[in-house]
């Protein structure tokens, strides 16, 4: 008997990657142009598969065997209480990490249910949360550096012209990313706890991500213009490949991180080279207090549902 | 780069027996730091007064510009050169008599004057110039 | 798409030929000015009008273009007004032809307007240079300074130029007014010529 409730959930959280996180690959390049929104959209799609394919393996294994030892129930929990804060907080554009809402359900899944978690691994994961952002502002500096050293040497209009190239690539690098570690993050569990194959899950986990994204575009044309975009091609491209470089690297050590924290670690990145003095203090109070609660809240959530569930 | 080619046009005279009162008001309204000085009579020559002379003659030495005149502080004869000459030949005429402009002559009449400032000005130019055309 | 990435900036490379050949026209249009001036030439002051229409043809071109999709859209605005400051330069150009073949100058005035009309000339010139260094990843700075230099010269000879016209008699209103206009458009040529300088330093500076 399969049940459906995690399969459904996996599905729910993928369309909202889908309609929050493609602006994140796609906005720089849309919003300069370099390709149209439809083709982007497909061309996000794609890499998403290709990166889930490739790579997605090291995570799933961590989220999805690692942490703790799965079964049906810790899965269902924890994805369905998962879903449905992802898609509340996006619904109030609460600015959420999927990857720490799902660890935050798993591990208060499985204490509830009192199976054993590895501590080891859930600290990894927990560093890596709190350095990568960190790396990912260390690596724009430094591309950054490159760049002037390299890039800004050459005549202007060829600059212009290897920089759409060069944002084309890093839309694709963070496409892949959302794909390896993001869309990882989400289908570990169910697949390690073999309800369905890691193939047929791969490649319908990417179309729904591809959903979520076509459906609800409108999303992310809106974010499009903030973030990243309100840089200029130039700074933008160094925050962009920063990030992604980042995310792929901790992606090859199987540790799940957000794209969204790392970007904004690029882009503060670039701020600090182009020595821009003001740190917005209050933005990264909010951030340092999502980035606490989000885990927090769902293990709790998760807890007490279970051991609510449990006296009755 | 020939001498003619930087050359300031605009020449201003004075009288030499105006007082440096009259020299100094005329430098302000024309915004020009130097003036030729008339010759007296057939005998004498041209000559020219300059920023530096009243400065250093005249205020230095607290002495009133209105008692003064200009034919005693002018520096004669006008140092002149051709107006094809070299700009590298004018800098080295330059630094030898240690004046700050010169005079651009043809047969006794003044056709302009170069200073360090057109020299300056016009090697600049030059190089922006340089390796695209003349 | 994709191939336009690669092997394109095809339609950019069209654009940078057009503004080329817009600043070449602000160039001819100085020196066929000039050359009419010192000739006395009142016909030849009409060719000024010719380029002038050719002027407005290519800087629609080149806008059009624009906004079809050349460039990152972080640069175009700047393209664009680089352009138009362009433009308003050969427009002055050509409201000073106009200008002159109504009215008339003594040689005073005349030669101080050559002398004016030649600098224009110079400066367009260094202009030209100037977009062509863009274009090959050459320093502008010597280029934008040379510009500021002709146009304080330029500013020097007004000054004197208006001061002395005030003491000019005229026998109307209307002539008075035209060779004040003439006087005002010939010496602002020079400030647009600068201010296009400028922003080519801006565009130059905006992607490093």
Not at chain 2, 44 to 68: A, E, H, M, Q, S
Not at chain 3, 41 to 69: P, Q, T, W
């Amino acid at each position: 008997m399969i049940n459906p409730i995690p399969i459904i959930a996996c599905g729910l959280i993928a369309l909202s990657i889908g309609s929050n996180d493609t602006s994140n690959a796609l906005g720089i390049c849309v919003g300069c142009e370099i390709i149209r929104f439809r083709k982007a959209l497909f061309l996000f799609g794609f890499f998403v598969l290709i990166g889930i394919t490739m790579q997605g393996g090291r995570v799933m294994r961590t989220v999805g065997k690692e942490i703790l030892e799965i079964n049906l129930y810790i899965v269902s929990i924890s994805l369905l209480v998962s879903a449905i804060l992802v898609i509340v907080s996006n619904w109030w554009r609460l600015p959420v990490s999927t990857h720490q809402v799902i660890i935050g359900s798993l591990t208060g899944s499985g204490m509830a249910f009192g199976v054993s978690i590895n501590l080891d691994s859930l600290l990894k994961i927990l560093l890596s949360w709190a350095i990568s952002p960190f790396g990912a502002l260390l690596l724009s500096i430094i591309l950054y550096r490159i760049m002037e050293k390299t890039l800004s040497k050459l005549p202007f209009f060829q600059i212009e012209r290897i920089l759409k190239v060069l944002l084309l690539i890093s839309s694709v690098l963070i496409a892949y990313n959302t794909g390896a570690n993001e869309l990882a993050t989400v289908l570990g569990p169910i697949i390690h706890s073999g309800l369905i194959d890691q193939g047929w899950a791969s490649l319908m986990g990417s179309l729904f991500v591809l959903f979520g994204a076509v459906l609800l575009s409108h999303r992310v044309i809106e974010t499009i213009g903030k973030g990243i975009t309100a840089l200029d091609p130039y700074s933008g491209f160094a925050a962009q490949f920063g990030a992604g470089a980042c995310v792929f690297l901790f992606t090859s050590l199987g540790m799940p991180v957000s794209t969204t924290y790392c970007i904004i670690g690029g882009i503060s990145g670039v701020g600090i080279s182009k020595g821009i003095g003001t740190v917005r203090i209050d933005l990264i109070k909010k951030i340092a207090l999502s980035w606490l609660l989000t885990p927090l809240f769902s293990f709790l959530i998760c807890f007490i549902i279970i051991k609510g569930f449990g006296m009755i | 780069m020939k001498a003619e080619e930087i050359m300031n046009k605009r020449i201003e005279y004075i009288e030499s027996d105006a007082t440096v009162y009259d020299a100094i008001e005329k430098m302000v309204d024309r915004r020009i730091r130097s003036l030729v000085v008339r010759p007296k009579d057939e005998k004498d020559v041209y000559g020219v007064i300059t920023g530096r002379d009243i400065v250093f003659r005249v205020v230095y030495k607290n002495l009133d510009p209105n008692k003064i005149k200009v034919e005693e502080i002018t520096s004669k004869p006008l140092v002149c050169i051709d107006k094809d000459m070299d700009i590298e030949h004018v800098i080295k005429l330059m630094e030898k008599f240690n004046i700050a402009r010169i005079f651009v002559c043809e047969q006794k009449k003044i056709l302009g004057v170069v200073s360090l400032f057109d020299v300056m000005a016009g090697s600049l130019i030059k190089r922006a110039r340089r390796g695209h055309f003349a | 798409m994709l191939k336009r990435l690669f092997f394109g900036g095809k339609i950019e490379q069209e654009v940078i030929e057009k503004i080329k050949r817009h600043i070449e026209i602000l160039c001819s249009a100085c020196e066929t000015f000039k050359t009419a001036i010192e000739k006395r030439d009142k016909k030849m002051m009409l060719g000024v009008f010719d380029l002038e229409r050719e002027g407005d043809i290519i800087r629609r071109n080149i806008i059009s273009n624009i906004y079809e999709g050349a460039f990152l859209p972080f640069l175009r605005p700047s393209i664009c007004k680089l352009v138009e400051i362009v433009d308003d330069a050969i427009d002055l150009v050509e409201d000073a032809a106009f200008e002159y073949t109504d009215s008339e100058l003594d040689n005073e005035t005349k030669d101080d307007c050559i002398k004016i009309a030649d600098m224009n000339l110079k400066m367009c010139e260094i202009f030209l240079i100037a977009f062509e260094s863009l274009l090959s990843g050459e320093d502008l700075r010597e280029k934008n300074l040379a510009i500021r230099i002709y146009e304080k010269k330029i500013d020097e000879i007004k000054f004197d130029l208006i001061k002395r016209l005030k003491t000019k008699e005229v026998k109307s209103f209307w002539e008075g007014k035209m060779i004040s206009d003439f006087i005002y458009h010939l010496t602002n040529i020079s400030d647009l010529i600068e201010d296009a300088s400028d922003y080519l330093q801006i565009i130059n500076v905006s992607l490093r």
